[in-house]
């Protein structure tokens, strides 16, 4: 297999089983975050992703701090990744300085009210090394990310910015593209297979948009550690329902034993 | 969509929606072909592959025409294709001579007991073209097909196997490779959606083995006009049973609606 396992706290995500599967969470306010939550672990995911850029509350880290503590609980056993998208990378309305971002992820990574931390490559190189090293004294994996919401770059630049994510120090390289064509789903993939062999670190590829779709079923067998799949409501254009997901990779784990 | 329909007698197979599904018949005898075809025509396929090379019977022609006949009877207006393959591309024990395989094909045709017939690329040229004009004459339908049991060949030697195809006359063009490792997948469709947009003739394109069933799944994305699956019996390595195949398909129909 070519996907890399993601461990948390020395053990497994998925139990060895591919493919791995991250939900979002994308409500406005605390009493619909907790209901989606739970509504999403009912579908058994692998790991809960907090889209903190959908919270009305963003702006305010002692309610952000306090939310991801009560999101934790309930999800017990399952980690939390805590992601803030900028409107740039697809992200939801309200934006933040570059500098109250980085406050934001720093205090969250001080409160430990998470297992992993998104955080966009496109920042700037000095936030980059710094919340890398807040995070690895607190212990918090790091998941560097790369958006392309217009299309899909070529085989060569897709495969740079997943090296560069390792080089920048990420537990996990993220990059997600546009398909706008099947081809593209045949670069993102192939760029997928080269990386998950020349990285030590596990990787998460997607394609977004219709096409892309493809990517989120049978990625994994490519090299993606892990896929963004529906469980209340999506959170990026083409994420397939967990069920779907589910039945695809069934009968791809028996057709691939051939 | 970049497959091209399959036209037969005026009508688009499948009714214009995809995947289009061929099925293979491989039974050894009369009544058991009888009963698979039986077995098989209760899911559904769009087309009915008889693997006569399977065929007890394959050196006496009569016997071969009489079967199809029948066959042909009880597939109503499910279209019949006719294939020999032989030993050297993955096609079962009995061997006949080169001359035999086109008196076979040529007496096939002259009696119109099928809609279709798959003569292999590596047959003599003269053969090729004698079939072709024997083929056209009583409209019949001509597959023209190649096969790789050892592995992968490159992109450009694929997307030749095509454009070989549709020079020598071919109605459809075939190409069916092995997958040894998820590259030679990606391999495979990145030939399959450059020549469909090549090739003026629909294209049927496939990997065999158990990654190559994932082109079995959505080659249709890329340009395939047909996937084999498996009716009641396999008549090649990692072919999909129906019922997995259709769910698949569903899904992907709906994700790529977006």
């Known amino acids: 297999m070519l996907a890399k396992p993601i461990v948390v706290k020395g053990k497994v995500l998925g139990g060895g089983r591919q493919p791995v599967v991250f939900m979002p969470l994308v409500a406005r306010t605390v009493d619909a975050l907790l209901a989606e939550a739970a509504a999403v672990l009912r579908k058994a995911p692998d790991l809960i992703e907090w889209r903190v850029d959908f919270f009305g509350d963003i702006a305010l880290p002692g309610k952000v701090l306090d939310t991801a503590a009560r999101l934790r609980r309930i999800a017990g056993p399952i980690p939390l990744l805590l992601t803030r998208r900028s409107a740039r990378e697809g992200g939801h309305a309200v934006e933040l300085s570059d500098e109250a971002v980085l406050g934001l992820y720093s205090a969250v990574c001080k409160a430990r009210c998470v297992d992993f931390i998104d955080f966009e490559m496109s920042s700037p190189p000095e936030h980059i090394r ?129």
Chains 1, 2 share one sequence.
Not at 195 to 219: C, D, E, H, N, W
Not at 244 to 257: P, S
């Open 130 to 258: 710094r919340l890398r090293g807040i995070s690895r004294e607190h212990e918090i994996g790091m998941i560097l990310s790369y958006h392309d919401f217009a299309g899909t770059p070529g085989l060569e630049a897709l495969s740079e910015r997943f090296l560069q994510a390792e080089r920048l120090g990420g537990d996990i390289a993220k990059v997600a593209v546009t398909a706008k064509r099947p081809q593209d789903v045949l670069t993102l993939l192939a760029a997928t297979e080269r990386s998950a062999q020349a990285l030590k670190i596990p990787l998460v590829a997607m394609a977004m948009g219709g096409y892309g779709s493809l990517t989120r079923l049978f990625g994994w067998v490519f090299g993606s550690s892990a896929t963004f799949a529906l469980g209340a409501s999506a959170s990026a254009p083409g994420q397939v329902p967990v069920e779907d997901l589910n039945a695809v990779a069934e009968i791809l784990r028996r057709a691939l034993r051939g």
